[in-house]
């Protein structure tokens, strides 16, 4: 294959991968529009005060700690289970992004970030607790979010149950701070770093 094809094809497939994600988003505008559900909680529809944001901005920042221990927990001591992960991962995931740019990476967790979290937090966590209400709705949206978080990232079971801890964790973070954009950037920031790591790493294989 000519360099020029090579790198059509690797931006051809950031593009897909972007407008898939971002075009997540747009879904969830679409289906709080027709449900009545503002799928960004914590932003105003008619504007944004950023200033009004930064406390989110950094709590968001914090919150990628932990999932970025857990990341790397699970990549120095895969056992069992995950260690069949990290093999699916290294077929299925790496090859995908593996001649990506830095900036592609970059938008592709930007509009992973937002999009998903519009989706899956937003409009289906966010407004399945309003629409069940107290005392036991936020509970019970937070769990069904999660689950349909984790079968909508069903690489492998184990995958699927990884991802369905992942939303709890971001959905908690909605719950806590009432604001999307503090999992939005977590998740992004997470998948920046991870994608990075597993394509950009070393021996050039591994996350």
């Given at each position: 294959m000519s360099a020029e094809n090579e790198i059509g094809r690797r931006g051809n497939m950031a593009a897909m991968a972007v407008g898939f994600e971002g075009g997540l988003g747009l879904l969830a505008l679409a289906l709080g529009w027709l449900l009545g559900v503002w799928p960004i909680p914590?932003?105003?529809?008619?504007g944004i005060a950023w200033e009004a944001q930064f406390p989110a901005l950094l709590w968001g920042l914090a919150a990628t700690g932990p999932m970025l221990l857990g990341f790397?927990?699970?990549e120095r001591f895969p056992w069992g289970p995950l260690a069949d992960l990290q093999r699916d991962?290294?077929?299925l995931v790496i090859p995908l992004f593996r001649e990506?740019?830095?900036v592609e990476l970059a938008l592709l967790s930007l509009a992973a970030g937002v999009g998903e979290e519009m989706l899956f937090r937003g409009l289906f966590q966010h407004g399945l607790a309003e629409w069940l209400g107290p005392p036991w709705g936020a509970w019970i949206a937070l769990g069904v979010a999660s689950v349909v978080f984790g079968l909508a990232h069903m690489l492998s079971v184990t995958y699927a149950i990884l991802a369905t801890v992942i939303g709890l964790y971001l959905g908690l973070l909605l719950i806590w701070n009432e604001n999307l954009l503090v999992p939005a950037i977590a998740h992004g920031l997470y998948d920046f770093v991870a994608l990075c790591y597993l394509v950009r790493g070393s021996d050039g294989s591994r996350v």
């Open positions: 914590g932003i105003e529809r008619t790397w927990m699970m991962v290294e077929r990506c740019s830095i």
